[in-house]
């Protein structure tokens, strides 16, 4: 599969073609955990496989954890005093725990659409959050988080969009992506992170 993702994007976008000669196979080692990935994305503002600052493996750490479940919540629930949160986060992340009470979901089973439905019902979780369960939680091949704001400055930068039409435009120019829009975003954010640790 990597070598028809590679051929395709490259084929379908100049740009592209020559980020993935620059930069390595964009491997995610995924937790494939949605409770965890979902806490990450609630707590520190980012899902923690983009994360610099790294807020949300610290907090695990201090609360010796390596997955976190709704079982073993409470542990981290005590170390969680180390950051602060707004009491819209906090309601979020009730309504988490109280969605993963009530419900079992079969996430490998579902579509895109229907885990954004049962994601959307979480007061707090939007576009954003769930693209990102979708694209590195889930590993679903065409995933285009069009509203995540590293990659509206990126793609601005990269293709050089005007700004009054950047979404409409970001869009456009990752329908050709397809059905790999997931790798081209993760390529976009590769060259990112590669050409930051470049700088001195």
Not at 48 to 72: E, G, I, Q, V, W
Not at 101 to 127: C, Q, R
Not at 153 to 167: E, P, W
Request: proline fraction near 4%.
């Amino acid at each position: 599969m990597q070598k028809q993702v590679i051929q395709h994007l490259s084929s379908q976008d100049e740009v592209l073609h020559s980020i993935i000669k620059e930069v390595d196979w964009p491997e995610v080692n995924s937790t494939h955990n949605v409770f965890h990935d979902l806490l990450s994305c609630v707590i520190e503002q980012q899902i923690h496989y983009r994360s610099t600052k790294k807020t949300f493996a610290k907090l695990l750490a201090k609360a010796s954890l390596r997955d976190l479940t709704p079982d073993n919540f409470t542990r981290f629930e005590e170390v969680m005093d180390d950051v602060k949160l707004s009491m819209n986060k906090y309601e979020t992340i009730a309504g988490i725990l109280e969605f993963f009470d009530l419900h079992s979901p079969d996430w490998l089973k579902m579509s895109n659409a229907e885990i954004k439905e049962a994601l959307f019902t979480i007061k707090g979780v939007g576009h954003w959050t769930t693209d990102m369960i979708l694209l590195y939680t889930l590993e679903r091949p065409n995933v285009f988080p069009a509203q995540d704001y590293h990659l509206k400055q990126l793609m601005s930068q990269l293709y050089q969009i005007d700004s009054r039409q950047v979404i409409a435009e970001m869009k456009r120019i990752a329908q050709y992506w397809a059905p790999y829009q997931s790798y081209g975003v993760k390529y976009l954010l590769a060259w990112k992170a590669t050409n930051k640790r470049k700088k001195p």
